[in-house]
Antibody, heavy 125, light 111 residues
Framework: QVQLQESGPGLVKPSETLSLTCTVS????????WSWIRQPPGKGLEWIGY???????NHNPSLKSRVSISVDTSKSQISLKLTSVTAADTAVYYC???????????????????WGQGTTVTVSS | DIVMTQSPLSLPVTPGEPASISCRSS???????????LDWYLQKPGQSPQLLIY???NRASGVPDRFSGSGSGTDFTLKISRVEADDVGVYYC????????FGQGTKVEIK
């Protein structure tokens, strides 16, 4: 059974870089897309982006050039970096597996079928 | 961006009774393949979200058949045929046609 575990500093200073890692166990990282989603305190969910094991990425344009998502297949880890953070980046950060669930032509329809427990990041001086 | 709007934002329910949540998108979620690009997730209290429905009407693995998704174009509905106490939490719709965006969430609680 696949499990995802997020980890990283719980406190980051304004203007610095938030760095998180998601460790995948119980399945190969080399088969799926992997995503990051966040949830500010008391608020809803926000899509951050995804990475494929091949290195292909896609991210939310609202985060502009601040976000970087990468994969380390040798460690079965997905990383998230968010630069120039502000208090608005305070949130619970989730990683999730994007699994192909239904064939669509030469591709698949992907959905977030497994989520990590999330890690809380506070941006404060 | 495609804006997703859910209603109601709060839904008191009675166990054994049906419940319905609406989700509207600012653009049609009909993909060129003919399929609807919309998912539903449930976030139970203190837990991470879990996938309920994908492609508008397909139940995810292990999801009870009392949950169903329907809709077309810009109007979508999640229905629970008979609510159980374990169904409480916040339900989110999410469009997957473009950069993924979530609805605000609908909090379901027992009356």
């Amino acid at each position: 059974q696949v499990q995802l575990q997020e980890s990283g500093p719980g406190l980051v200073k304004p203007s610095e870089t938030l760095s998180l890692t998601c460790t995948v166990s119980g399945d190969s990282i080399n088969r799926y897309y992997w995503s990051w989603i966040r949830q500010p305190p008391g608020k809803g969910l926000e899509w951050i982006g995804y990475v494929h094991y091949s290195g292909t990425t896609n991210h939310n344009p609202s985060l502009k050039s601040r976000v970087s998502i990468s994969v380390d297949t040798s460690k079965s880890q997905i990383s998230l970096k968010l630069t120039s953070v502000t208090a608005a980046d305070t949130a619970v950060y989730y990683c999730a597996r994007l699994k192909g669930l239904r064939p669509l032509g030469n591709n698949y329809y992907h959905a977030l079928d497994v989520w990590g427990q999330g890690t809380t990041v506070t941006v404060s001086s | 961006d495609i804006v997703m709007t859910q209603s109601p934002l709060s839904l008191p329910v009675t166990p054994g009774e049906p419940a319905s949540i609406s989700c509207r998108s600012s653009q049609s979620l009909l993909h060129s393949s003919g399929h609807i690009f919309l998912d539903w997730y449930l976030q139970k209290p203190g837990q991470s979200p879990q996938l309920l429905i994908y492609m508008g009407s397909n139940r995810a693995s292990g999801v009870p058949d009392r949950f169903s998704g329907s809709g077309s174009g810009t109007d979508f509905t999640l229905k629970i045929s008979r609510v159980e106490a374990d169904d409480v939490g916040v339900y989110y719709c999410m469009q997957t046609l473009q950069t993924r965006t979530f609805g605000q969430g609908t909090k379901v609680e027992i009356k």
